[in-house]
Nanobody
Framework: QVQLVESGGGLVQPGGSLRLSCAAS????????MSWFRQAPGKEREWVAH???????NYADAVKGRFTISRDNAKNTVYLQMNSLKPEDTAIYYC?????WGQGTQVTVSS
């Protein structure tokens, strides 16, 4: 069955960086668009970025220029490099393939 396992979250100071990973299994990873979403406390889940099977990327305005999504098809893994983090980036971050979701990883940006 499809499994998506996120990792790499943690506590970071404003202006810092984190790299999230999402290890995928149970499907032909290279054939699918992969996405990152996030959900802050008390807010709805929102789309952050996606990367299609050709490597083309797209970003939400709130993260454009600070976050970079990438994929390694040999490792069945999608990444989210997050730089210049702000307190408003605090959320649980999820990866998604079509309708399948991971369990999420917590990112907290605070001094």
């Amino acid at each position: 069955q499809v499994q998506l396992v996120e990792s790499g979250g943690g506590l970071v100071q404003p202006g810092g960086s984190l790299r999230l990973s999402c290890a995928a299994s149970g499907f032909t990873f290279s054939m699918y668009t992969m996405s990152w979403f996030r959900q802050a406390p008390g807010k709805e889940r929102e789309w952050v970025a996606h990367i299609n099977k050709g490597g083309n990327t797209n970003y939400a305005d709130a993260v454009k220029g600070r976050f970079t999504i990438s994929r390694d098809n040999a490792k069945n893994t999608v990444y989210l490099q997050m730089n210049s983090l702000k307190p408003e980036d605090t959320a649980i971050y999820y990866c998604r393939r079509v309708t399948d979701w991971g369990q999420g990883t917590q990112v907290t940006v605070s001094s």
